[in-house]
């Protein structure tokens, strides 16, 4: 089974953009807090910074409702894959292909009110039409 589930702030905004064939892809890495020991040494890395892809109507959600510093629930699976770059080293990818996204905690304070985007075939919502 290949399950992930993070819960982390989005580290900038997300990376939007369209395939050829007109696909809405959204690219972002969250902060995610680490679990670290009390006795460990006080630079010790506090969070794992995660890559995450998201597609279509999620990658949507995702633009149109997430800045940077925004807390984000995501849910999706773990994905390696690979690419020859042009000196013909082969680089290799680990991100979570997010199937799922939610809104928790509170807004940042530098956050906007207002929506970047709209939904596909639907309109802008406001915040005070979002009944939590």
Not at 15 to 23: C, D, H, L, Q, V
Not at 31 to 39: E, F, S, Y
Not at 44 to 70: H, L, M
Request: with cysteine.
């Amino acid at each position: 089974m290949n399950l992930v589930i993070e819960k982390g702030r989005l580290t900038k905004a997300p990376e939007m953009s369209y395939t050829a064939n007109g696909k809405c892809v959204a690219t972002f890495t969250i902060a995610v807090a680490k679990i670290v020991r009390k006795d460990a040494p006080a630079d010790t890395p506090r969070a794992n910074f995660i890559r995450c892809v998201a597609w279509e109507n999620t990658a949507q959600f995702i633009g149109n409702y997430f800045d940077k510093g925004s807390e984000i629930l995501v849910t999706g699976s773990l994905e390696v894959r690979n690419y020859k770059a042009k000196d013909g080293t082969t680089h290799y990818v680990t991100e979570v292909k997010v199937s799922q996204a939610e809104f928790c905690g509170s807004k940042p304070s530098n956050s906007t009110s207002q929506p970047q985007g709209e939904f596909e075939g639907g309109s802008n919502v406001q915040d005070e039409d979002i009944p939590f």
